[in-house]
């Protein structure tokens, strides 16, 4: 028997120890909350409460990278970087999408807040950054993405 296979056998019943002793739970793993307003939302001032933001700060402490014209709207590019101190959470909207909160990612102290997605454009639309902060203060920030064959259709 080599090597490997025994650290897998190893591996595997541990892992099934602790399952058994009820110490390993695979749903913990799935504990993050699901933001159902938001991503249900139908319209850019829906998603945005959803989000709990009551007013958005523009600011330009918040870098959009995204092509000024993405020639297929069904992968376009897009990175978000804050440079807004504590940030907590970066999410991602698609002014013009059917849904339009595309999506949002809750940020670690200690971490550099950066978000990079692909997202899916159906038409030219700003998408917009809305960046929360520790102080419970909501920054934004967006950029134009000209779509020449929308990725919805």
């Given at each position: 028997m080599n090597n490997r296979r025994r650290s897998f056998l190893a591996i595997a019943g541990g892992a099934g120890a602790l399952?058994?002793?009820?110490?390993?739970?695979p749903g913990a793993a799935q504990a993050a909350t699901w933001n159902k307003q938001g991503f249900e939302a139908k319209?850019?001032?829906d998603a945005v409460k959803g989000l709990g933001a009551s007013s958005l700060i523009e600011t330009k402490d918040i870098a959009i990278t995204?092509?000024?014209?993405?020639?297929n709207g069904a992968v376009v590019p897009v990175a978000i970087t804050s440079k807004i101190p504590n940030t907590q959470s970066i999410s991602i909207i698609a002014e013009k999408n059917p849904f339009p909160l595309a999506a949002t990612?809750?940020?670690?102290?200690?971490?550099?807040p950066y978000a990079s997605v692909?997202?899916?454009l159906g038409q030219t639309s700003n998408v917009r950054a809305v960046v929360k902060a520790a102080d419970g203060k909501f920054y934004t920030a967006a950029k134009e993405v000209k779509v020449t064959v929308g990725?919805?259709?």
């Amino acid at each position: 028997m080599n090597n490997r296979r025994r650290s897998f056998l190893a591996i595997a019943g541990g892992a099934g120890a602790l399952a058994a002793a009820g110490l390993l739970k695979p749903g913990a793993a799935q504990a993050a909350t699901w933001n159902k307003q938001g991503f249900e939302a139908k319209a850019y001032t829906d998603a945005v409460k959803g989000l709990g933001a009551s007013s958005l700060i523009e600011t330009k402490d918040i870098a959009i990278t995204a092509p000024d014209i993405a020639e297929n709207g069904a992968v376009v590019p897009v990175a978000i970087t804050s440079k807004i101190p504590n940030t907590q959470s970066i999410s991602i909207i698609a002014e013009k999408n059917p849904f339009p909160l595309a999506a949002t990612f809750d940020v670690a102290g200690g971490v550099e807040p950066y978000a990079s997605v692909r997202l899916k454009l159906g038409q030219t639309s700003n998408v917009r950054a809305v960046v929360k902060a520790a102080d419970g203060k909501f920054y934004t920030a967006a950029k134009e993405v000209k779509v020449t064959v929308g990725g919805c259709g």
